[in-house]
């Protein structure tokens, strides 16, 4: 098994700004994916982070609004850009391990 | 493209079984997941089916038919804690993502 450490957990963030979300894995992991899910709702693919290329984004994704940096197999950053109220949701990584898929606790963000 | 349906909602009593289906329809079929998440909690694994059959784990067990696109997620002996949502997840052959259902609902109740 593994264990992603997610950070922060929640934050009040102001329109028009940006807020970046960390993802730490415990071992090294191939598959690295982002994930959004609006309250009450199930996860929503936004990107497969790739170590060492571009992430591939899903439709109705793009890597201006949503960056990604994967610079290794332990690690990742999701960037929310230019955030407007409807940013607000709940931001999920998760890794895969064999056939296993792990998920970080998760980012509360609420955008004012 | 791919499509997963599962009921919304379902409630059943403490001590009792109850069976959560998912069809799925999809390219490159590599495997389906089930997922229990509590309110306000990232989803944690259950099970994973990759052939047909029944893969038993404790008071859960899932069960999948490839030909007919078909899998359920059955939990025994209910508990309180069981009150959760469940999430059906099919992995895609290639591009190793999970595309997840709507997920259901599930109340226990006394």
């Known amino acids: 098994s593994a264990v992603i450490s997610q950070k922060p957990s929640r934050d009040i963030c102001q329109r028009g700004t940006s807020l970046t979300i960390q993802c730490q894995v415990d071992?090294?992991?191939?598959?690295m994916f982002w994930y959004r899910q609006q309250p009450g709702q199930s996860l929503t693919l936004i990107a497969t982070?790739?170590?060492?290329?571009?992430?591939?984004?899903e439709s109705g994704f793009v890597i201006d609004k949503f960056p990604i940096s994967r610079p290794n197999l332990t690690f990742s950053t999701l960037t929310v850009s230019n955030m407007s109220p409807e940013d607000s949701s709940i931001y999920l990584c998760?890794?895969?391990?064999?056939?296993?898929?792990?998920f970080g606790q998760g980012t509360r963000l609420t955008v004012v | 493209g791919q499509n997963i349906d599962q009921p919304t909602e379902m409630t059943a009593t403490e001590g009792a079984i109850v069976q959560i289906n998912c069809t799925y329809q999809?390219?490159?079929?590599?495997?389906l997941f089930w997922y229990q998440q509590h309110a306000g909690e990232a989803p944690t694994f259950l099970s994973y089916?990759?052939?047909?059959g029944l893969e038993e784990k404790g008071r859960f067990s899932s069960f999948l038919s490839r030909s007919k696109g078909y899998s359920y997620l059955l939990l025994k002996e209910l508990q309180m804690k069981d009150s959760a949502s469940y999430l059906c997840?099919?992995?895609?052959?290639?591009?190793?993502?999970?595309?997840f259902g709507t997920g259901t609902r599930l109340t226990i109740i006394p």
């Open positions: 982070a790739n170590q060492g290329s571009e992430a591939t984004y």
């Open positions: 998760s890794g895969q391990l064999n056939t296993e898929a792990f």
């Open positions: 999809t390219s490159g079929f590599n495997g």
């Open positions: 089916n990759v052939l047909d």
């Open positions: 071992s090294q992991v191939t598959m």
């Open positions: 997840a099919v992995l895609s052959f290639g591009n190793e993502k999970l595309t």
